[in-house]
């Protein structure tokens, strides 16, 4: 079984979200006729940018369509679970597109492995993370007042196949998600490593300590 890693850079949200349906299919395709196919994990960034997925509520975003060209972001409704979230330069996206059956997970671990590997890397930079009940993703402080998101996560399966994946805050400019309500909340904060950290993060660090991180879990090593 391959699993490959493949990282698209800074690219624009409509071009790469054409780009992983498009692979999306071929998987599926290709499993349903047992052909070969290929599992790969992909990374990159966007520009500013802010997706709704299908349980998302449109009041969530704060502010106009006009306000949005004042900001040079844009907004698309989009086919993953989970509610709105921002995708921006020096934030990490992984999209991994997995044929799930090769790895023995059903949808609910897949997200719960996901949320391991980004609690598996903040804790290589020192900082404490964890899940957070009935709230997906990854969360600092997460039982207490001071709770903030340092990591959204929203997945498409189907055939067990995945699509959309993850999206890390690392030196994300932190001012665009006052327009939103981050996943729906209205009385959690977000955060990013950098934050955390108080200095600028190396991406290819944090993109090389993910990998691992998701290939430990996945292949189970």
Known sequence: MELKTVDWGRIEYAKAWGLQTSIFDNTINAKMSSLPYVNQIIMCDHPHVYTLGRSGKDNNMLISQAQLKEIDAS??????????????????????????????????????????????????????????????????????????????????????????????????????????????FIDKGVTSLQQELGYEIQMDEVKRRLDNALRKLLLKQ
């Open 75 to 184: 907004l698309f409704h989009i086919d993953r679970g989970g509610d709105i979230t921002y995708h921006g330069p020096g934030q990490l996206v992984c999209y991994p597109i997995l044929n799930l059956e090769d790895f023995s997970l059903g949808l609910k671990e897949y997200v719960h492995l996901l949320e391991e590997a980004v609690i598996n890397v903040c804790q290589q930079y020192g900082i404490k993370a964890s899940r957070l009940e009935k709230a997906t993703g990854v969360w600092i402080d997460g039982d207490t007042k001071k709770a903030r998101k340092i990591c959204a996560i929203g997945v498409r399966c189907s055939r067990y196949v995945s699509m959309h994946g993850l999206a890390f805050n690392i030196n994300t400019d932190m001012r665009y998600f006052r327009y939103i309500n981050p996943c729906g």
